[in-house]
């Protein structure tokens, strides 16, 4: 085992190259819900017990399942209201149990990128050839089912392998969601190819705020704007993401769904946000920033 | 570690569910719901008058507001049958000022030990739904099938000889089933189930007695979750009360019938500062026009009219 990730270099959060977004936007914005499928009866693992009680955990899986029968329509709803299109944190067997919901993200151009095939199954403990197995899986289903090309990834249940990175690199994936070390994009170390880390951000995660911090829903309104003042008003001069991830089944019941809404109308009445994917977000960082980005790791890295 | 080459198999990756209980389907694609009187939204309350045994042993796990000190652990046991004595009376005097029902969810513990309760409820013509035997009594995988079947039959039977009553809903205690639960409900005469918590509407469950119904007994929108469990403010559970009424009575204007349920606990939300909060949310959903105070049973009727 490593004491370091050595995934990335220090770079402090001060004179960095700056970024620009499109039309001159000083923060990135995206929404990235995680669409999901958990299992009844998982197969067992030997570093994380799938459910709490003895299966089948009814309450926590019917808690789950909420998201696909009725909370995706809600939030998806409340984004389409603010022109906001998803950026879907997806376990790709969704495509085959739910392939309505898929279509309804296809509909409106909502990008895919991988979290898994289920959220129940782990990285973790995985080989070399089920780790590629899995990400071949991921590549082709999400192709099949909506002709996109897959550029992003999302660990199921963030979990990982330390080759997880040089994997996705050589697969041609263009970012990782894994890393929450900051606000900016940044470049990854692999072994070949290039690949970044897009900020998605813990403390925005409606499951964090909601079941880690146990947050009020107003006050998860309220927190999502405070971030985004504080980002917006850094982005003039940094360039900023920010990212509010999302989990249907929770977002989108109904005493939790108008907080959210609030939060998207006040991000999306600002002017120079850039309303985008996390696709998108690493194409314009790759083409126009992440050589500089590097140059300034490698040059304020320990001589 | 290393994982066996079958862990990325997937035998139940197909169209709808990895099991054969109930459909796979979206709310929104469903079709609208026409509740009597033409309402919006069916109101229904539903609080928990449950017995948690000093000898509790808490396997295989712990329910939800269960004893957690060594024994004889007097402080959980009592502020939890504080709700039987106490603060179910305050519950009961907003809802009738109120002028609505409920439906309670009842250990058969209850029934025996606290018979003015089943009083109060049939005074009132209020349903009882079945909730097991008591709060340690629960329902889980591992359970002998036939050590389970004596349990439902004991709190189904016990119930309906107490109370005269019908009996035909059931909320497990915890809200845990073991893989046969819904199989030994149908069987004991149970037409709805409140452990799912996967949908706003009822919907169809398959078992080996018939098909029953799954009601959206809430497990986040309850006092002890708001309040105990996650360390909101008094004002915060009123505020998510309204925000769960407000969506569902907009949505309902579009999508045809919502139900608003409330779980209460009584030992929780009938503590003498905080009965008013209830009141005050309550109070916001009946000044609203069309809805409809509901049992459970009267809920799953007016459904299954319409099916």
Redesign the interface.
């Known amino acids: 085992m490593k004491s370091d990730p050595e995934l990335y270099d220090y770079l402090p959060y001060k004179n960095r190259p700056k970024i620009t977004w499109p039309g001159g936007a000083r923060l990135a914005f995206w929404v990235a819900p995680n669409i999901e499928?958990y299992?009844?009866?998982p197969?067992g693992?030997?570093?994380r017990t799938p459910w709490?009680?003895?299966?089948?955990d009814?309450?926590a899986?019917?808690?789950?399942?909420?998201g696909?029968?009725?909370g995706?329509?809600?939030m998806m709803e409340a984004m389409e209201k603010y022109g906001v299109r998803g950026s879907v944190s997806l376990n790709v067997?969704v495509c085959?149990?739910?392939?309505?919901?898929i279509a309804e993200c296809v509909k409106r151009d909502w990008e895919f990128y991988s979290h898994g095939?289920?959220n129940t199954?782990y990285t973790f403990?995985?080989?070399e050839a089920?780790e590629r197995?899995?990400i071949e899986?991921a590549i082709a289903t999400v192709k099949k089912h909506s002709g996109q090309k897959l550029a992003g990834w999302l660990s199921p249940a963030l979990t990982n392998t330390e080759r997880t990175m040089d994997l996705l690199a050589e697969y041609g994936l263009l970012y990782t969601c894994d890393l929450f070390h900051d606000d900016q994009p940044m470049p990854v170390k692999v072994k070949s190819g290039r690949l970044i880390s897009i900020p998605y951000s813990l403390e925005m995660n409606d499951i964090i705020a909601y079941n880690s911090n146990?947050v009020?829903?107003?006050?998860y309104g309220e927190i999502i704007k405070a971030q985004f003042d504080q980002l917006y008003e850094e982005g003039e001069t940094s360039g900023t993401v920010m990212c509010i991830p999302l989990h249907p089944f929770l977002v989108g019941?109904?005493?939790?769904?108008?907080?959210f809404a609030d939060a998207l109308a006040y991000i999306t009445r600002h002017d120079k946000v850039w309303v985008t994917t996390g696709r998108e977000i690493a194409q314009h960082f790759l083409a126009n920033h992440h050589d500089d980005f590097l140059a300034a790791s490698r040059r304020s890295a320990p001589r | 570690m290393s994982l066996p080459d079958d862990y990325l198999k997937y035998p139940k990756r197909r169209h709808g569910m990895d099991h054969d209980r109930y459909d796979w389907s979206m709310l929104v694609k469903r079709r609208k719901i026409v509740w009597p009187g033409d309402a919006r939204v069916a109101l229904w309350i539903v609080p928990a008058l449950t017995w948690y045994p000093l000898d509790s042993k808490g396997k295989p796990f712990r329910a939800p507001g269960a004893l957690l000190n060594p024994y004889p652990d007097y402080r959980h046991y009592t502020h939890r049958d504080y709700g039987n004595r106490v603060g179910i009376f305050r519950i009961m005097k907003v809802m009738d000022d109120l002028g609505l029902k409920a439906s309670v969810a009842m250990n058969a513990a209850v029934a025996t030990r606290y018979p003015a309760l089943i009083e109060e409820i049939n005074a009132r013509a209020w349903e009882i739904i079945a909730h097991g035997v008591d709060m340690d009594k629960l329902h889980y995988g591992g359970l002998a099938p036939d050590a389970e079947r004596a349990l439902v039959q004991e709190a189904v039977g016990t119930l309906r000889q107490r109370s005269g009553q019908k009996i035909t809903g059931w909320l497990s205690p915890g809200k845990s089933e073991s893989g046969n639960t819904l199989d030994l409900l149908a069987e004991a005469g149970i037409a709805y189930v409140c452990d799912w918590i996967n949908d706003d509407m009822p919907y169809g469950v398959r078992t080996s007695h018939g098909g029953i119904h799954a009601l959206p007994h809430p497990y986040e929108l309850d006092d002890y979750t708001i309040l105990i469990q996650n360390h909101h403010s008094e004002a915060d559970f009123v505020q998510q009360v309204i925000d769960q009424f407000d969506a569902l009575y907009a949505e309902a204007g579009q999508q045809g019938g919502r139900i608003m349920a409330l779980g209460l606990n009584p030992w929780v939300i009938g503590c003498p500062y905080r009965i008013k909060y209830l009141r005050q949310a309550l109070t916001h959903i009946v000044s609203h026009k069309g809805v409809w105070s509901a049992t459970g049973a009267e809920i799953l009727a007016a459904f299954r009219g319409q099916e």
């Open positions: 499928f299992e009844l009866e197969p693992n030997p570093q709490a009680r003895p299966i089948p009814v309450l899986y019917s808690y789950r399942d909420y696909n029968r009725v995706f329509w809600r067997a085959d149990h739910h392939p309505e919901i095939t289920y199954r403990g995985m080989s089920q197995a899995l899986d146990l009020p829903p107003r006050q019941q109904p005493h939790r769904i108008a907080a």
